[in-house]
């Protein structure tokens, strides 16, 4: 076995089912891709060409997995605060995002976030978004794992006049992007509430003639499920059952009004469920009910949705607070352990997010997406157990290295593929510009 790369000096966490983690171990990469993971003393026996990532007595394990953000949204963080999403959605944003995000402020809004998302540990992200070709570029200049869709609304959005050009957009994307290292093209119906049922089947027939993944927002608020009840007579998800919308390859955003009834139906599709618990706790839209998806099974994971709901794209402190709200709601400390929370995080997004197979877990014929967290500071020792110090101790500001595909993005903190500076001056010249515009 040859590498040509090894992350060493720190304990592994393979995220492998009931796989405990490895003191003193390593991970070896060729071509992007894991093909060995276990102690350092045998990964790097016979290793003398291999470059070497040193943990540095931290830990190494899969990088974080955002299954539900807005990317470009980066750019009006901050525009309109303290409000429900019906006001916060139509009143403020899509007239800022009518406005202001044509396709270069949505490229420079997401490569501050893949920016921002490296440096916080997370490897891959779902996107929901606009100008899907300059959210690629992007992406992939800054060394990000995406799926990346062209966003479809019942009204004209920032780069489509009609859902005709949506839908024609998304098919030229899924058909030039199969097999892409790093970007998986998608579709993405807004909402049931935004987007006619006609459309919403095309969507569906658009996603299973590709093969490709649904994103779509649902039974986010109590309002939408009024609406779709009184207009549909079943619920969301019911509505979605019965037009044929749901399937594994769907991944639902929010799910926090639900009944049993609903997440039966989520189950029996093996529905993807993102659940984003800052962003609907800052609306006040509500919790989405975790301990029970979990408990039957549900595929669930952690999304942040977009900087301008959350205000950040820092995953790890997302699942962190979250760990503890529902500890605090349930009156029950087990309801979601520590290595459910890390495991929510990492394997858990990649079900999700449907790349399972190629992503979430160090083993042996995944790509290579995995981040270093340093325990060099005092609040970091000791750490007797590393899933209980990654869930209640550590910062996303601890990942010191980042690695996506095999690719060395993050190295010392330090973002290897974007001009951090550069970006950041860019980034205030244009949002100074937004803000006059915003205040006219």
Request: aromatic letters at 4%; proline letters at 7%; charged letters at 20%.
């Amino acid at each position: 076995m040859e590498a040509d790369l090894i992350i060493t000096g720190g304990t592994v966490l393979p995220m492998t089912p009931g796989a405990a983690p490895i003191p003193d171990g390593a991970v070896a990469v060729r071509s992007g891709s894991i093909v060995a993971v276990g102690p350092a003393a045998e990964i790097a026996s016979g290793q003398r060409d291999a470059e070497v990532l040193d943990a540095d007595g931290g830990l190494i394990l899969p990088g974080f997995v955002n299954t539900h953000t807005h990317l470009a949204m980066t750019l009006i963080r901050g525009v309109a605060e303290d409000l429900p999403l019906k006001e916060w959605l139509e009143d403020h944003i899509w007239p800022t995002e009518r406005a202001l995000m044509n396709a270069d402020t949505v490229a420079l809004g997401t490569r501050l976030a893949a920016a921002e998302s490296l440096q916080a540990g997370v490897t891959c992200v779902c996107d929901m978004y606009f100008h899907a070709q300059r959210v690629i570029d992007e992406v992939v200049k800054a060394g990000l794992r995406a799926i990346v869709p062209e966003s479809l609304i019942d009204l004209p959005t920032p780069s489509c006049p009609t859902p005709e050009a949506a839908l024609a957009c998304q098919r030229d994307l899924l058909e030039r992007y199969v097999n892409h290292p790093l970007v998986v093209p998608a579709v993405a119906p807004h909402s049931p509430y935004m987007v006619s049922a006609a459309n919403l089947v095309k969507e569906a027939e658009l996603a299973e003639e590709f093969g490709a993944p649904l994103i779509i927002h649902l039974a986010e608020t109590r309002w939408e499920v009024e609406k779709i009840t009184a207009e549909k007579g079943v619920s969301p998800v019911a509505y979605l059952a019965d037009l044929g919308i749901l399937s594994e390859r769907t991944i639902a955003a929010h799910c926090v009004h639900v009944s049993e009834a609903d997440l039966d139906l989520l189950g029996e599709f093996e529905v993807g469920i993102a659940s984003n618990p800052v962003s609907n706790l800052k609306l006040a839209s509500g919790l989405a009910p975790l301990p029970q998806m979990l408990a039957r099974g549900l595929k669930v994971a952690f999304g942040t949705d977009g900087a301008a709901s959350n205000n950040t794209l820092d995953l790890l402190r997302d699942a962190q607070l979250a760990s503890l709200i529902y500890k605090g709601i349930t009156g029950d400390p087990t309801c979601i352990p520590a290595r459910t929370v890390v495991e929510m995080l990492t394997i858990g997004g990649a079900r999700v997010l449907g790349l399972a197979e190629k992503i979430g877990t160090l083993e042996p014929g995944k790509r290579a997406d995995i981040i270093c967290v340093a325990l060099d500071r005092p609040r970091a020792v000791p750490a007797y157990d590393p899933f209980s110090h990654l869930v209640y101790a550590a910062r996303s500001a601890d990942v010191t290295h980042v690695v996506v595909d095999g690719r060395i993005v993050v190295r010392g903190r330090e973002l290897q593929t974007v001009d951090v500076p550069a970006l950041l001056v860019d980034v205030r010249t244009a949002t100074e510009t937004l803000r006059q515009r915003i205040q006219q």
